[in-house]
């Protein structure tokens, strides 16, 4: 496992962008997938974004699908979400997960967790 904490959150005016960081401490943070996800209220987590180990494959949600970017850096232990054009429907508190890469669009292929970050896009 590795620990995980996200920063980056915040509100922004729809139309704007953030960038989200998860610092990753731990050994086996350049082996995991890394993943994005988020949970508005009453609903679900639903899967963001995620990306393989090495940073050669890439993987999204339909809803962010060319405004979401996910991306890593293996030297500095650090995942990132780049979020454009946001929407009031991307409000939620978003979690950045680690896992071994076996399943990747859903939560239990990840064992690793962070606390979240809050993001709020207003209309």
């Known amino acids: 496992q590795v620990q995980l904490v996200e920063s980056g959150g915040g509100l922004v005016q729809a139309g704007g962008s953030l960038r989200l960081s998860c610092a990753a401490s731990g050994r086996t943070f350049s082996s995991y997938a890394m993943g994005w996800f988020r949970q508005a209220p009453g609903k679900e987590r639903e899967f963001v974004a995620a990306?393989?180990?090495?940073?050669?494959?890439?993987y999204y949600a339909d809803s962010v699908k060319g405004r979401f970017t996910i991306s890593r850096d293996n030297a500095k232990n650090t995942v990132y979400l780049q979020m454009n054009s946001l929407k009031p429907e991307d409000t939620a508190v978003y979690y950045c997960?680690?896992?071994?890469?076996?399943?990747?669009?859903?939560?239990?292929?990840?064992?690793?967790w962070g606390q979240g970050t809050q993001v709020t896009v207003s209309s």
């Open positions: 997960a680690g896992g071994w890469g076996n399943v990747i669009y859903h939560t239990r292929g990840y064992d690793s």
């Open positions: 990306i393989n180990w090495s940073g050669g494959n890439t």
